[in-house]
């Protein structure tokens, strides 16, 4: 079992910055791929990044590519999306989530675990 809260959303103008923080419990946090999906209202959820359990590869949408960065540190059993450059379109709630077995990075339904999500607001 493995739970998962996020942190770190809000509302900010455009052009902006947030950094999203994941916190994961679980001795093995380490041997897990992990991504970070959003979902706007009236919207499916949609990949956002991935990292592997290394924090060797990296895996981005192209809609956030460039602008968006995920990071781990397995010390800390944690996981970050800094989000550089925020537009409206990125409004959504994120959520962060836990690939136990490899699978499809950017597939929701290869993860495992999820956290409850938090908000972010991009004004115009």
């Known amino acids: 079992q493995v739970q998962l809260v996020e942190t770190g959303g809000g509302l900010v103008q455009a052009g902006g910055s947030l950094r999203l923080s994941c916190a994961a419990s679980?001795?093995?946090?380490?041997?897990?791929?992990m991504g970070w999906f959003r979902q706007a209202p009236g919207e499916e959820r949609e990949f956002v990044a991935a990292?592997?359990?290394?924090?060797?590869?990296?895996y981005y949408a192209d809609s956030v590519k460039a602008r968006f960065t995920i990071s781990r540190d397995n010390a800390k059993n944690a996981v970050y999306l800094q989000m550089n450059s925020l537009k409206p379109e990125d409004t959504a709630v994120y959520y962060c989530?836990?690939?136990?077995?490899?699978?499809?990075?950017?597939?929701?339904?290869?993860?495992?675990?999820w956290g409850q999500g938090t908000p972010v607001t991009v004004s115009s």
């Open positions: 989530a836990v690939q136990t077995l490899s699978g499809r990075y950017y597939s929701s339904s290869d993860y495992d675990y």
């Open positions: 990292i592997s359990w290394s924090g060797g590869r990296t």
């Open positions: 679980g001795r093995t946090f380490n041997t897990y791929n």
